[in-house]
C-alpha cells in the first residue's frame, strides 16, 4: 500500500481527519524551509504538500504568490525541491509528500526523468492546478509507471454532469477546492462544502481532502468534522513572511512560527470528531 | 493533426479538443474547466447562428467603422524602391486599434450568455480602451487589469479607459506587465465565475479563446484579400503583420493560409536585440512551454520559469505567442521574423514624414521589417502590411526615447 493510502486507512481507523500543511520549497530560502519542512509531522501534519514554485502561479492568492516568489529569489529550482524531498526521507519514510504546482517546470524538466526522480526522490503524488483532466494524460501516465498518485481536484463549479471525469482516472485522494477563488482569499462555508462532499462521496471511494478557504482553527474544525483531511498553506506561509523583512531574516523566529500554527491547526483537526 | 506531417489546409485547426498539433489545449484550474466548455458551447451555437454574425456585421458597420481602408502607400514604395506597399488600415477603425474587432465579437457572446460583468488584461491599453469601449456600449460594469508597469508607460489609454467607466487596477504581482496581468483576469474570474466573461484580447488563453479571437479577427484578412484583388487583380505577394500575443497578425493571415503564392511574415519584438536576452521574442528565442491555458512558444529559463520580456512596445511585451502561430512556424507555413526597438522607433519616424501617418509602436515593427523585405522583392511585386493601430497613445513613450520633454 502507498503511503498515502496507508495513511488514511490510519485515520480512518483513528475516526479522526488528517491535517495537510503546505509550504513552498525553498521560502524563505532552502536550509529554513528544509528546516520547516523537518519540522512538521511533529507539529500534526499527517501529509506534507510541498509546493514547487513558479513565476505565474495563477490560482494562488497574494500569500502563496509571494511564497513562490520568495523561494525562486533564494535560488530554489527543480532539482533542490527534489533534493529537499530526499533529504527529508533520511529522518521520515512515513508521512506522505504531495508536490503541488503547475506544469510548466515539469514540462520543462521533461515529464517522464521528472515522474522517475520525483519517485526515487521519495514523492507519493502530484498535484498539478493547471492540468485538469482533458489535458494529463501526458503526466498521469509516466507517473503511475513510476508509482506517483496524480491528485485530481474537484471545485464548486464541478457539477454532476463533469465530476465522473474528474473522479475517472483519479488516485491518492481528491481535493476538494472549497471556495470559487484562489487560494487563501475567501472563506469556507461549511454547509455548502458538505452538500458537495455528499455528492462526491456518493461517486468515488477516495479519500477527500479540502483545502482553499481554511484559515483558522475553528475552519480547520469545521471541516474535520466533514472531510477527510483539512489541508492549510497561505496561513503557514504567511507566517514565513512576517519574519523575512527585507532589513533582515529572523529564520528562528519563522521555524517555529510556523510549525505552532501547524501543531494548531492540527490538533483544531484532530480532535473535531471528539 | 500531426506537426510533423503537412496538411492539405492550415484553415481546419483547432481539433475537437483545441489543439493546433501539439499548442494549444485547455490548460487551466478545474474551477475554471466548466465555464470553458460552456464558452467553447456558446460560441459553437453563435457560430451557428446567422442572426449572431448578422447583429456583429452591423456594429462592425456603423460603430467600428468597417470595412477599413486598404491604401497604397505611394511614397514608401517610392522611398524603397521596390514592390509596391500596401497598408490595411485597422488604425482607422474606432478606439484606434485592431483590437475592437475582437472585443465586439465577445460582448456580443457575453450578452448571448447572460454575463453581466466584463474583464479584461490589457498591455498597451489599446484591448483595454477597446473593451472599455464595448462595456460602456452595452451598459456593463468593466474591470480591467493592467501592468503597474505599463500603467506608467500608457497614461493616455489608463485616462480614456477610466473616462469610458472601467475600473482600471493596476497589478503589482510579479513583472507588473501584461502577463502578470493575464494572470490577474484569470484569478479574478476564478473568484467570480458566476457573472463574469474574461474578454481575452489575443489569440492565446485556453481553448477556446484562440480559434474564437482569430475568428473575430479574420474580418481583417477578410476584407483585405478581396480589397487586393479589386485594387492589384491579383492577391499579394507577401503578407506582413506584427506579433505580440498576435491578434492582429491571425487576422490577416488566416484567410491566406492556403493561398500558397502569398509569402506571409509576422514580425515579433527584438527588443535591444535577440542575443541581449532583451526581447519577446518567443519564436525566436523561446521553446515550447505551458502558460496562461494553452502549450506555446515561451520565453523561460532552463528551470521553466517564464523570463519577462521587453519590447519598447507594451503591446508587444509578452513572453508567449497565440499558439496557431506555434503551429505554423513548426509547420513553416508562415516565416517569423523580428525587428528591434530601435528599428520600430525608425520605421516609427519614417512613416509619419513619407505617409502622414503616426503609426503605433507594434505596427512600426512590422514596418521595419516590410522596409527589408521590400529590398529583396521586385518592383512589379505587392507587400501588404496591417497597420493595425495608431501611434497617439505612444507619442509621450517615443518622445523620450527621442529625448524630447512635452
Known amino acids: 500500500m502507498s503511503r498515502i493510502a496507508t495513511r488514511f486507512a490510519e485515520l480512518k481507523q483513528q475516526n479522526r481527519a488528517g491535517f495537510i500543511a503546505f509550504i513552498s520549497a525553498g521560502d524563505p530560502d532552502y536550509e529554513t524551509s528544509l ?9 500534526g501534519a499527517d501529509i506534507i504538500e510541498l509546493g514547487m514554485p513558479f513565476t505565474d502561479p495563477m490560482a494562488e492568492g497574494p500569500a502563496i504568490q509571494a511564497s513562490s516568489l520568495r523561494a525562486l529569489k533564494a535560488g530554489q529550482t527543480m532539482k533542490r525541491t527534489l533534493q529537499m524531498v530526499r533529504e527529508f526521507r533520511k529522518q521520515d519514510s512515513r508521512t506522505p509528500v504531495v508536490l503541488m504546482g503547475y506544469y510548466n517546470p515539469i514540462h520543462s524538466y521533461g515529464v517522464d526523468r521528472f515522474a522517475t526522480d520525483a519517485a526515487s526522490a521519495g514523492v507519493d503524488g502530484l498535484i498539478i492546478v493547471d492540468l485538469p483532466p482533458e489535458e494529463d494524460a501526458e503526466l498521469r501516465h509516466p507517473a503511475a509507471r513510476a508509482g506517483l498518485d496524480l491528485i485530481r481536484l474537484a471545485t464548486p463549479t464541478t457539477d454532476a454532469r463533469r465530476l465522473p471525469t474528474v473522479i475517472e482516472g483519479a488516485t491518492g485522494f481528491l481535493y476538494y477546492v472549497s471556495i470559487m477563488g484562489v487560494t487563501g482569499t475567501k472563506t ?25 478557504g481554511i484559515k483558522t482553527e475553528a475552519d480547520a474544525a469545521k471541516v474535520a468534522r466533514i472531510a477527510d483531511a483539512a489541508v492549510v498553506g497561505s496561513a503557514l506561509v504567511a507566517e514565513i513572511s512576517r519574519f523575512s523583512a527585507p532589513d533582515g531574516k529572523n529564520v528562528a523566529g519563522a521555524v517555529k512560527a510556523v510549525l505552532d500554527l501547524s501543531a494548531r491547526l492540527a490538533g483544531a483537526a484532530h480532535n473535531a470528531r471528539l | 493533426m500531426n506537426t510533423s506531417q503537412r496538411p492539405n489546409s492550415f484553415r481546419t485547426g483547432p481539433d475537437e479538443t483545441g489543439h493546433f498539433g501539439i499548442f494549444g489545449g485547455r490548460y487551466v484550474a478545474e474551477t475554471l474547466m466548466p465555464l470553458i466548455l460552456d464558452l467553447e458551447k456558446a460560441y459553437n451555437a453563435a457560430k451557428a447562428d446567422p442572426s449572431f454574425q448578422a447583429e456583429l456585421d452591423d456594429f462592425l458597420e456603423h460603430y467600428v467603422g468597417r470595412p477599413s481602408p486598404l491604401y497604397f ?26 483590437k475592437i474587432n475582437n472585443c465586439m465579437g465577445q460582448i456580443l457572446l457575453a450578452r448571448r450568455m447572460g454575463k453581466t460583468r466584463i474583464i479584461a488584461e490589457t498591455g498597451a491599453g489599446q484591448h483595454g480602451v477597446a473593451t472599455a469601449t464595448v462595456a460602456a456600449r452595452f451598459g456593463l460594469p468593466c474591470v480591467v487589469y493592467m501592468g503597474e508597469d505599463d500603467i506608467k508607460r500608457q497614461m493616455p489609454n489608463v485616462f480614456r479607459m477610466r473616462l469610458l467607466g472601467a475600473e482600471v487596477v493596476p497589478v503589482t ?27 481575452i484580447g489575443t489569440v492565446a488563453g485556453p481553448h477556446p479563446y484562440p480559434a474564437m479571437v482569430r475568428d473575430f479577427q479574420s474580418v481583417i484578412g477578410r ?28 487576422g490577416l ?35 515550447p512551454g505551458v502558460l496562461h491555458g494553452n502549450r506555446t512558444y515561451l520565453l523561460q529559463d532552463d528551470d521553466g520559469q517564464i523570463i519577462e520580456a521587453h519590447s519598447i512596445s507594451a503591446g508587444l511585451d509578452y513572453p508567449g505567442i497565440g499558439p496557431e502561430h506555434a503551429w505554423l512556424h513548426d509547420m513553416k507555413r508562415v516565416k517569423y521574423v523580428s525587428a528591434t526597438d530601435q528599428e520600430a522607433l525608425d520605421a516609427f519616424q519614417l512613416c509619419a514624414r513619407q505617409e502622414g501617418i503616426l503609426p503605433a509602436l507594434e505596427p512600426s515593427h512590422a514596418l521595419a521589417f516590410t522596409g527589408k523585405l521590400a529590398a529583396t522583392m521586385r518592383k512589379d511585386q505587392t507587400i501588404l502590411m496591417n497597420l493595425c493601430g495608431r501611434g497617439d497613445k505612444d507619442i509621450f513613450a517615443i518622445a523620450e526615447h527621442l529625448g524630447t520633454k512635452l
Open chain 1, 35 to 43: 528546516e520547516i519542512f523537518r519540522g512538521l509531522p511533529a507539529a
Open chain 1, 188 to 212: 469556507i462555508a461549511p454547509e455548502e462544502v458538505a452538500a458537495s462532499l455528499a455528492r462526491i462521496r456518493a461517486a468515488t471511494d477516495l479519500p477527500v481532502a479540502v483545502g482553499f
Open chain 2, 73 to 98: 502607400a505611394e511614397r514608401l514604395t517610392a522611398y524603397w524602391g521596390g514592390p509596391k506597399i500596401w497598408f490595411k488600415r485597422d488604425e482607422l477603425n474606432h478606439t484606434g486599434a485592431h
Open chain 2, 173 to 199: 504581482s510579479g513583472s507588473k506587465t501584461l502577463k502578470d496581468a493575464m494572470n490577474e483576469a484569470l484569478r479574478d474570474w476564478v473568484a467570480n465565475v458566476e457573472n463574469t466573461f474574461y474578454i
Open chain 2, 223 to 250: 476584407e483585405a484579400r478581396a480589397q487586393m484583388l479589386k485594387a492589384e487583380g491579383r492577391l499579394p505577394d507577401a503578407a506582413v503583420a506584427c506579433i505580440g500575443g498576435g491578434s492582429n497578425a491571425m
Open chain 2, 253 to 287: 493571415f488566416y484567410p491566406f493560409l492556403d493561398d500558397a503564392s502569398v509569402a506571409l511574415y509576422g514580425v515579433e519584438a527584438a527588443g535591444l536585440g535577440i542575443a541581449t536576452g532583451k526581447h519577446a521574442a518567443s519564436l525566436a528565442g523561446g521553446r
